[in-house]
C-alpha cells in the first residue's frame, strides 16, 4: 500500500489549491468574529459540553455576542442543551442562517439534524476503512459548517471540541488562528493527567492556551449553600493558567437537559450555585483572550 509520500507531486488533484482556497473561504466567513476560543477535555465525562453551555450564556449576560460550534459529531449535544433539537437550518444570503436561542445565543449542531441516538454516517467511505477517512472526512464537515455559515458579527465563537489529546492537537492545527484554547478537567490525578499531556502537545503547535477550568470541583449544596468535596483532592498541578474551579451542581445538569429555557435559571429561588463560578471564569477568559481574531483572508492563505 502506497502513502502520499510515495506519490511525485499532488497526483493531479490540485490538494494544496483546495487547501488555500478553503483556508479562504473559511477566514472570510469568520471575518466579523472577534475571538475565537475552543473548549477541549482529555477525557469525555469531565462536562466540557455543559461548561461551554454555561459559559455562552455567562458571556451573553454580559452583552456579548456569543456563537458555539459543536464540533464533536460523533456526540453532538449543544442542540439539545440550547433547546434546538430538531430546528430546522434555514438559507442564508451567503450559506446557512445562524440557528439562535430566545436569548440570542447562536448553536450550530449537527444534533439538530440527526434524529436521537442517531450517528454522522459517512456512506461514501468503504465498509472497513472508517479507521483511514474517517477524520479526514468529519474535518471536511467541519470546513463545510465555517464557511457557510453565516456567522455575521461574533463577539465570541466557541468550539465544543470532540474529547482526546490528539484530537484537540488535530483541531488546534486546523482551526483558523489563533483561537485560544480553554481544557477542561476534574480533580483528580486521572484526569489531570491527561489534561496535562493535551497541554505538553497544544504547546507544540504554537496554539495560544488561555487556561483550564477544574469542573466538579466539589458539590454545591442547595440546601447550606456550600461546597462541599466530592473527589479527593489532585496532587498533580497543571502548568497553565487556573481560570477558576466550578462545582457540580444536579440543577446545571437539569437546565441543560431541559434545553436551558428561558428564565430557568432561578425556578427554585435561587440560581444554581455552579453558574456563580463560571460568571468568574468568563471574567478571567474575556481578560485572557482580549484580542484574538480570526486571520484575514490574506493572512490565511500565506
Same mark, same amino acid.
Given at each position: 500500500? *502506497?502513502?502520499?509520500?510515495?506519490? @511525485?507531486?499532488?497526483?493531479?488533484?490540485?490538494?494544496? /489549491?483546495?487547501?488555500?482556497?478553503?483556508?479562504?473561504?473559511?477566514?472570510?466567513?469568520?471575518?466579523?468574529?472577534? &475571538?475565537?476560543?475552543?473548549?477541549?477535555?482529555? *477525557?469525555?465525562?469531565?462536562? *466540557?459540553?455543559?461548561?461551554?453551555?454555561?459559559?455562552? &450564556?455567562?458571556?451573553? =449576560?454580559? /452583552?456579548? #455576542?456569543?456563537?458555539?460550534?459543536?464540533?464533536?459529531?460523533?456526540?453532538?449535544?449543544?442542540?439539545?442543551?440550547?433547546?434546538?433539537?430538531?430546528?430546522?437550518?434555514?438559507?442564508?444570503?451567503?450559506?446557512?442562517?445562524?440557528?439562535?436561542?430566545?436569548?440570542?445565543?447562536?448553536?450550530?449542531?449537527?444534533?439538530?439534524?440527526?434524529?436521537?441516538?442517531?450517528?454522522?454516517?459517512?456512506? #461514501?467511505?468503504?465498509?472497513?476503512?472508517?479507521?483511514?477517512?474517517?477524520?479526514?472526512?468529519?474535518?471536511?464537515?467541519? =470546513?463545510?459548517?465555517?464557511?457557510?455559515?453565516?456567522?455575521?458579527?461574533?463577539?465570541?465563537?466557541?468550539?465544543?471540541?470532540?474529547?482526546?489529546?490528539?484530537?484537540?492537537?488535530?483541531?488546534?492545527?486546523?482551526?483558523? /488562528?489563533?483561537?485560544?484554547?480553554?481544557?477542561?478537567?476534574?480533580?483528580?490525578?486521572?484526569?489531570?493527567?491527561?489534561?496535562? &499531556?493535551?497541554? #505538553? @502537545?497544544?504547546? =507544540?503547535?504554537?496554539?495560544?492556551?488561555?487556561?483550564?477550568?477544574?469542573?466538579?470541583?466539589?458539590?454545591?449544596?442547595?440546601?447550606?449553600?456550600?461546597?462541599?468535596?466530592?473527589?479527593?483532592?489532585?496532587?498533580?498541578?497543571?502548568?497553565?493558567?487556573?481560570? =477558576?474551579?466550578?462545582?457540580?451542581?444536579?440543577?446545571? @445538569?437539569?437546565?441543560?437537559?431541559?434545553?436551558?429555557?428561558?428564565?430557568?435559571?432561578?425556578?427554585?429561588?435561587?440560581?444554581?450555585?455552579?453558574?456563580?463560578?463560571?460568571?468568574?471564569?468568563?471574567?478571567?477568559?474575556?481578560?485572557?483572550?482580549?484580542?484574538?481574531?480570526?486571520?484575514?483572508?490574506?493572512?490565511?492563505? &500565506?
Amino acid at each position: 500500500m *502506497k502513502s502520499y509520500s510515495d506519490i @511525485a507531486g499532488d497526483g493531479g488533484s490540485n490538494v494544496v /489549491g483546495q487547501i488555500v482556497e478553503q483556508r479562504r473561504e473559511i477566514a472570510e466567513a469568520l471575518a466579523g468574529v472577534r &475571538r475565537l476560543v475552543a473548549v477541549g477535555s482529555g *477525557k469525555g465525562g469531565v462536562g *466540557k459540553s455543559t461548561l461551554t453551555m454555561a459559559l455562552a &450564556r455567562a458571556l451573553a =449576560g454580559r /452583552g456579548e #455576542t456569543v456563537a458555539i460550534l459543536d464540533a464533536d459529531f460523533n456526540g453532538p449535544t449543544q442542540a439539545q442543551m440550547a433547546g434546538l433539537a430538531g430546528a430546522p437550518w434555514v438559507p442564508a444570503g451567503r450559506g446557512v442562517a445562524l440557528p439562535r436561542r430566545a436569548d440570542g445565543i447562536g448553536v450550530v449542531s449537527l444534533g439538530s439534524l440527526l434524529p436521537a441516538g442517531g450517528e454522522l454516517r459517512f456512506d #461514501t467511505v468503504s465498509r472497513g476503512e472508517q479507521h483511514t477517512w474517517r477524520a479526514t472526512r468529519e474535518f471536511a464537515v467541519l =470546513g463545510q459548517l465555517l464557511r457557510t455559515v453565516d456567522w455575521g458579527e461574533l463577539d465570541w465563537l466557541l468550539f465544543d471540541l470532540p474529547p482526546g489529546a490528539e484530537r484537540t492537537v488535530q483541531y488546534a492545527e486546523f482551526l483558523p /488562528g489563533p483561537a485560544a484554547f480553554v481544557l477542561v478537567t476534574i480533580p483528580s490525578d486521572l484526569a489531570r493527567g491527561v489534561v496535562a &499531556r493535551s497541554l #505538553t @502537545a497544544l504547546a =507544540g503547535t504554537g496554539a495560544p492556551i488561555a487556561g483550564y477550568v477544574e469542573n466538579m470541583a466539589g458539590y454545591w449544596c442547595a440546601g447550606c449553600g456550600e461546597v462541599r468535596p466530592l473527589f479527593p483532592e489532585a496532587a498533580e498541578p497543571l502548568d497553565a493558567p487556573c481560570l =477558576g474551579r466550578v462545582p457540580f451542581d444536579p440543577r446545571l @445538569a437539569e437546565l441543560c437537559d431541559r434545553g436551558w429555557p428561558a428564565g430557568a435559571d432561578a425556578e427554585a429561588g435561587s440560581e444554581p450555585g455552579a453558574l456563580r463560578a463560571v460568571r468568574e471564569v468568563a471574567e478571567r477568559l474575556i481578560a485572557a483572550v482580549p484580542t484574538v481574531h480570526a486571520a484575514t483572508p490574506e493572512e490565511a492563505v &500565506r
